[in-house]
């Protein structure tokens, strides 16, 4: 595992996320996205980027965090991202 990576996927499943997150924009598929099981982030970072990429607003990423103890590490990673409950809405 990386230890000052922002994600643990790898770039092969960067790359299949990506073409999951472009297929749902062009097939014009409705609602958010989701990350779950969360350990850094990089995931639900990169789909938002991709969002960003192609000037989409109404859609959002969501996570859920795996452990309730990294919530805390969380937050103080990103705070940008509103905590709610058990599921963290980046927005």
Same mark, same amino acid.
């Given at each position: 595992?990386?230890?000052?990576?922002?994600?643990?996927? &790898?770039? /092969?499943?960067?790359?299949?996320?990506?073409?999951?997150?472009?297929? %749902?924009?062009?097939?014009?598929?409705?609602?958010?996205?989701?990350?779950?099981?969360?350990?850094? &982030?990089?995931?639900?970072?990169?789909?938002? %980027?991709?969002? $960003?990429?192609? %000037?989409?607003?109404?859609? /959002? $990423?969501?996570?859920?965090?795996?452990? /309730?103890?990294?919530?805390?590490?969380?937050?103080?990673?990103?705070?940008?991202? /509103?905590?709610?409950?058990?599921?963290?809405?980046?927005?």
């Amino acid at each position: 595992m990386p230890r000052c990576a922002d994600t643990m996927i &790898g770039l /092969k499943r960067l790359d299949s996320l990506q073409f999951c997150v472009e297929t %749902a924009i062009r097939e014009d598929t409705e609602g958010d996205f989701i990350e779950t099981g969360v350990w850094r &982030g990089g995931a639900c970072i990169f789909m938002r %980027a991709v969002l $960003v990429a192609y %000037a989409i607003k109404n859609r /959002k $990423v969501r996570l859920q965090i795996r452990l /309730k103890d990294c919530r805390n590490q969380f937050r103080r990673s990103f705070p940008l991202i /509103k905590v709610t409950n058990c599921i963290p809405i980046y927005s």
